[in-house]
């Protein structure tokens, strides 16, 4: 099983700020299939990036992912209100279809 | 519009059975492979279970295998989880949710989520 650990856990950050989220998998992710979601309180997870950089149509532009291998990163490039949530990135290239613990973004 | 509705979640003793639905509109369901997917209270996303798009190929995480069984009937884009033998952690939100494609397990759709309460 592949394991994929998120880091920070926590990152407080300010509007119109750069966040950048870290996923590293355990062992290589097969055809760098992975995604990222995020997940606001209350509410189902959403899709917003997967195939490591391949954007969702209809998620701004500021959100971009990229990585391979076992390293994978999420960048917000100027962060809006909205944006602050919880992500967990997954990866599915091999079974079982596992995902990272999440980072929390909080506003600062 | 892709919608996911699930139910059939609520109360049940440690030991017993469930079934969850989730009816799907607005995609031809019998072309994407399904999948369910949980959250316990205050805790990370968890993979359950996946079916393909037929329905002949279906696929479990170990914390679940020989006491749940994913199904589908295409006819009624519908998709099932049958939990058998719960247990207190398996206490969680549990979520439908369509794959990307064809064969990659991403999920691009979730439904609002049904609770399961395994309690005495």
């Known amino acids: 099983e592949i394991v994929l650990t998120q880091s920070p856990g926590t990152l407080s950050l300010s509007p119109g700020e750069r966040a950048t989220l870290s996923c590293r998998a355990s062992?290589?992710?097969?055809?760098?299939?992975l995604a990222w979601l995020l997940q606001k309180p209350g509410q189902a997870p959403r899709l917003l990036i997967y195939?490591?950089?391949r954007r969702v149509t209809g998620i701004p532009d500021r959100f971009s992912g990229s990585g391979s291998g076992t390293d994978f990163t999420l960048t917000i490039s100027r962060l809006e209100p909205e944006d602050f949530a919880v992500y967990y990135c997954?990866?599915?290239?091999?079974?079982?279809?596992?995902f990272g613990q999440g980072t929390r973004l909080e506003i600062k | 519009e892709v919608q996911l509705v699930e139910s059939g979640g609520g109360l049940v003793q440690p030991g017993g059975s469930l079934r969850l639905s989730c009816v799907a509109s607005?995609?031809?369901?019998?072309?994407?492979?399904m999948s369910w997917v949980r959250q316990a209270p205050g805790k990370g996303l968890e993979w359950v279970s996946a079916?393909?798009?037929?329905?002949?190929?279906?696929y479990y995480a170990d914390s679940v295998k020989g006491r749940f069984a994913i199904s589908r009937v295409n006819s009624e884009n519908t998709l099932y989880l049958q939990m058998n033998s719960l247990r207190a952690e398996d206490t969680a939100v549990y979520y439908c949710?369509?794959?990307?494609?064809?064969?990659?397990?991403?999920?691009?759709?979730w439904g609002q989520g049904t609770l399961v309460t395994v309690s005495s």
């Open positions: 949710a369509k794959a990307g494609s064809g064969y990659s397990y991403y999920f691009d759709s």
């Open positions: 607005g995609f031809t369901f019998s072309s994407y492979a």
């Open positions: 079916i393909d798009g037929s329905g002949d190929n279906t």
């Open positions: 062992q290589s992710v097969t055809n760098n299939h």
């Open positions: 195939g490591a950089s």
């Open positions: 997954q990866q599915y290239g091999s079974s079982p279809i596992t």
